[in-house]
């Protein structure tokens, strides 16, 4: 299988954690695709152009970060599955859900912000700056219970969304509201900052791959 992404050694990679927990890393082979690029390759693989896609042995692509990580997870030959059954299965999915629309909201502010100053849609902006302080007000509302339930995909996907909200950070670099500058996620979120910190020395989480 062929994993096409954009590698970035900071990052929690959720596709790669899934890989790892289940023990499919050697199955893997790894390229560079980066979408924004004038020479991107990803439009090969996917037709709207986003990273990861998954190409199976058999060619056809699978495309959607979700939609990878329950692939690689149902092929697993080893560890403990990443997506529960039963009741417990519909909580793991709202937090995947809400670590992948915090990531989104992330990256929506930040490409925004590439245009110059004076020509940013505020409004816009402001929106999706809301999304990545209520989803992180909410992750911090669930963390005690984090560790009552197994390691599973919602977990994976938060902690993608936190770890690129540490990379990048565009709520302190476009300063849209007063206290902006100063800003980090973990101040007044201690239940969450601990989970974070304690998921970080998981094995899964902390393998990085950087590419040439």
């Keep these: 299988m062929k994993l096409v992404f954009t590698p970035n050694p900071a990052y929690v990679h959720k596709v790669l954690v899934v890989a790892h927990e289940r023990g499919l890393l050697g199955r893997l082979e790894l390229t560079r695709s980066v979408p924004f690029d004038e020479d991107t390759s ?4 996917n037709p709207l152009g986003k990273t990861p896609c998954l190409i199976l042995d058999d060619g056809q692509p699978l495309f959607g970060g979700l939609v990878i990580c329950e692939y690689l997870d149902s092929i697993g030959v080893a560890g403990s599955p990443l997506y529960p059954t039963g009741e417990a299965r519909w ?3 709202r937090q995947a859900a ?3 629309g915090m ?3 992330t990256t929506l502010v930040r490409v925004e912000s590439w245009r110059p100053r004076g020509d940013w849609h505020l409004d816009y902006m402001l ?3 809301r999304k990545i302080m209520n989803a992180l007000d909410r992750m911090e509302l669930e ?4 560790r009552q339930a197994p390691f599973h995909i919602g977990h994976v996907c938060m902690a993608g969304g936190l770890s690129y909200l540490e990379l990048r950070n565009p709520v302190r670099d476009c300063d849209l509201e007063p206290g902006d ?3 980090e996620w973990r101040d007044g979120r201690p239940n969450l900052a601990a989970w974070f910190d304690e998921v970080l020395t998981r094995p899964s989480v902390q393998h990085r791959v950087s590419l040439p």
């Design 103 to 105: 990531f989104d909201a």
């Design 143 to 146: 963390a005690p219970r984090f």
């Design 127 to 129: 929106r999706e700056r």
């Design 42 to 45: 990803i439009w090969r693989y």
């Design 91 to 93: 909580a793991a999915l």
């Design 181 to 183: 500058s100063e800003f």
């Design 98 to 100: 809400l670590g992948d």
